[in-house]
C-alpha cells in the first residue's frame, strides 16, 4: 500500500524544539516537502529537498527550520527550533514518487499537529 506518514509533532514551549519525521511507504523517497495549515489558514509551504540533497525554505522559516533526509532510513525530517506560537499548525509532508515510464506523482500525509504553547 502507498502512502506518506508523518510523526514527531506535539506540545512544545516557545523556543522549544521538535523534529518532524515523513516516511514514505511503498515508494523510495525521491524529493520532498513540508507543508503547514494553521486553523482559518490557506496550506502553507514550507521548505523543499531534492533527489540530490538541494534545499529551500520559505523566509518565514528560513534559518528556524532544516529540512533533510536519509536516504538509506527512507525517511524526510524537519527540524523546527526557536519555536513560536504562530508556528502551530498541522505540518504536512508531500513525498514525489517516480516510476520509470510514468509522470512524478505526489503522495500527502494526513499530518501532524505541532503546538506552540506555554
Known amino acids: 500500500q502507498v502512502h506518506v506518514e508523518e510523526s514527531g509533532g506535539g506540545l512544545v514551549q516557545p523556543g522549544g524544539s521538535l523534529r518532524l519525521s515523513c516516511v514514505p511507504s511503498?515508494?523510495?523517497?525521491?524529493?520532498a516537502g513540508w507543508y503547514r495549515q494553521a486553523p482559518g489558514k490557506e496550506r502553507e509551504w514550507l521548505a523543499s529537498?531534492?533527489?540530490?540533497?538541494?534545499?529551500n525554505y520559505a523566509e518565514s522559516v528560513k534559518g528556524r527550520f532544516t529540512i533533510f533526509k536519509d536516504d538509506a532510513e527512507n525517511t524526510a525530517y524537519l527540524q523546527l527550533n526557536s519555536l513560536k506560537s504562530e508556528d502551530t499548525a498541522v505540518y504536512y509532508c508531500?513525498?514525489?514518487?517516480?516510476?520509470?515510464?510514468?509522470?512524478?506523482?505526489?503522495?500527502w500525509g494526513q499530518g501532524t499537529q505541532v503546538t506552540v504553547s506555554s
Open positions: 508531500r513525498c514525489s514518487r517516480i516510476q520509470l515510464g510514468r509522470p512524478p506523482r505526489d503522495y
Open positions: 511503498g515508494f523510495r523517497l525521491n524529493s
Open positions: 529537498i531534492t533527489s540530490g540533497g538541494a534545499t
